[in-house]
């Protein structure tokens, strides 16, 4: 029997191992982590499947050193996933599955949470009873209290006796600890103070009646629809049925104010997946999805990967958003495997946007998809006035035409707060000589030098490049004049224009610490 073992290595492929020396003649089932020696250093892997025979000589075999799970540490249908994302993205196995894997389960903690309770054994039981026996009385004290209470952690012990005293019981066999799984917490679905308009209505019907195979349903709704209250109403009726839901949001900013509306309406069961977790949070949270407690995952990119042994149904919030494909490392989209998890899982998925993307129009137009559309904004809530200025017809001042300067002088006035968005950080993008056409080029790479006046830099914002700004032209010797704005010009020019108002920069340049 030869062991096929993942290991996280950028090597595209597996490696062969014998079993423990140790080990039982049963075969380990595949998603279970193994440890095995790697060179000079023990990795863990994840057995990916067993041979009959390998190409490596059996003389050059090593033994693996420990099974380390009797159950996978995946789902049948997320370990397909991870195998078959390998495959699709070209990445190696090992990598996959590691990344896929919260870090203290790459460091070989437990897969499963688990309380370890102490019992006195059969042995234990006779030796109370026996009446020729002779025993410490501390130690005669703990195993009266274990028959009282039939089983105890070990911090209950703790309290009242010592440590030592538990393990001199165990030592001679009086005394077995036993791990059990925790009791999944009380659920409760609270009722929702919103009534559905018709729309609503129509389409968590829609969705509701896919509930049980696969499904792909675009949520086209306008800013406001109310979305996320379809949402919550589909997941109820997915966990109703002993169900778990995945939802996927595009960035971390988004899943505080999403999860606690969701824990407004579950009394228990949400758990939160993403990468500003701590180590210890990222496992509890992986080990309560793992086990089926946790009703529903909230979670970014990586949470697809979550191991839900129960999943009924798929929420890809926001889904044209370009933060769901990964960009370094293993590189993926997010919301891709959950529709190809979805369709293997069969459960439906939700994909909801109020500006699709076009793969996903496409996919509606080629009948893949259903479209469900929430055109208006429940309640009083009205769309926002927009005004679209033509520059060619008012003259602007540094960037801001006198449309804009004169609605940012009418809501100051009223007392209201200003927001100006500009997508280009520094002082302006060009350095530019009027004498000879020559724009400061950044030296390592292709693009130009954004000057930043207020650190007296020229930066590229391509590679990062910095140097100092030159006072003439390289090329002629003329001035050089900046040319576009940038946020430090667009502050110049409020502060000079509004000079009583509180003003405020955030960009990259003046947000970069915490």
């Not at 609503?200 to 896919?210: F, G, H, K, Y």
Request: aromatic share 6%.
């Amino acid at each position: 029997m030869i062991l096929q073992i993942a290991l996280d290595t950028p090597v595209r492929r597996v490696f062969d191992y014998l079993p423990p020396v140790d080990a039982s003649g049963k075969a380990p089932k595949p998603g279970v982590r193994i440890c095995v020696p790697f060179g000079r250093r023990q990795l863990i892997g994840v057995l990916v499947g067993i041979a009959q025979g390998s190409r490596v000589p059996s003389a050059k075999l090593k033994a693996a050193l420990d099974i380390m799970d009797e159950e996978p540490v995946f789902d049948p249908v997320t370990f397909e996933l991870l195998r078959w994302a390998a495959d699709y993205y070209h990445h190696p196995l090992g990598e996959v599955i590691a990344a896929a894997l919260p870090a203290a389960l790459r460091a070989g903690q437990a897969a499963d949470e688990v309380a370890e309770t102490w019992a006195l054994s059969d042995a234990g039981r006779r030796e109370l009873q026996s009446p020729t026996a002779r025993r410490a009385p501390r130690q005669r004290a703990l195993m009266l209290w274990l028959a009282e209470r039939g089983r105890a952690t070990s911090d209950d012990v703790a309290t009242a006796f010592k440590l030592t005293h538990l393990k001199t019981l165990a030592a001679r066999g009086w005394a077995n600890a036993i791990r059990i799984s925790p009791e999944p917490a009380a659920f409760e679905l609270r009722p929702s103070e919103v009534t559905l308009t018709d729309e609503q209505v129509l389409v968590v019907d829609a969705i509701a009646a896919s509930l049980g195979r696969f499904a792909a349903h675009l949520l086209y709704g306008v800013t406001g629809s109310g979305k996320t209250e379809v949402y919550l109403r589909v997941i109820a009726a997915a966990i109703a049925g002993g169900g778990q839901s995945l939802v996927l949001v595009p960035e971390i900013a988004l899943t505080p104010q999403l999860v606690e509306r969701f824990r407004r309406r579950f009394s228990a069961g949400v758990a939160v997946l993403h990468s500003a977790l701590s180590g210890t949070e990222r496992r509890d949270a992986w080990r309560y999805a793992h086990s089926g407690q946790a009703r529903i995952v909230i979670g970014t990119r990586s949470a697809v990967f979550t191991s839900l042994p129960r999943l009924a149904l798929i929420v890809v919030d926001e889904e044209h958003d370009a933060s769901y494909k990964q960009h370094e490392g293993f590189r993926y989209s997010a919301r891709d495997l959950a529709v190809w998890r979805a369709q293997r899982a069969q459960v439906p998925i939700v994909l909801g946007s109020a500006t699709p993307s076009l793969e996903t129009l496409e996919n509606v137009a080629q009948g893949r998809y259903s479209k469900l559309v929430l055109p208006q904004r429940p309640g009083a809530a009205r769309a926002p006035h927009l005004t679209l200025v033509d520059l060619r017809k008012h003259a602007g001042e540094q960037g801001l035409s006198q449309p804009a300067i004169h609605a940012i002088e009418r809501h100051l006035t009223a007392g209201g707060q200003v927001i100006v968005f500009l997508n280009r950080r520094g002082y302006a993008p060009s350095l530019f000589c009027n004498a000879c056409g020559w724009v400061a080029p950044c030296v390592h790479c292709d693009a130009r030098m954004t000057l930043h006046r207020g650190a007296a830099q020229l930066r590229c914002h391509h590679c990062g490049a910095s140097g100092p700004v030159p006072s003439t032209c390289g090329s002629c010797g003329h001035p050089l004049n900046p040319v576009g704005q940038g946020t430090e010009r667009v502050e110049e020019t409020l502060a000079r224009l509004f000079p009583d108002a509180p003003l405020a920069r955030l960009d990259r340049d003046t947000a970069a610490g915490r």
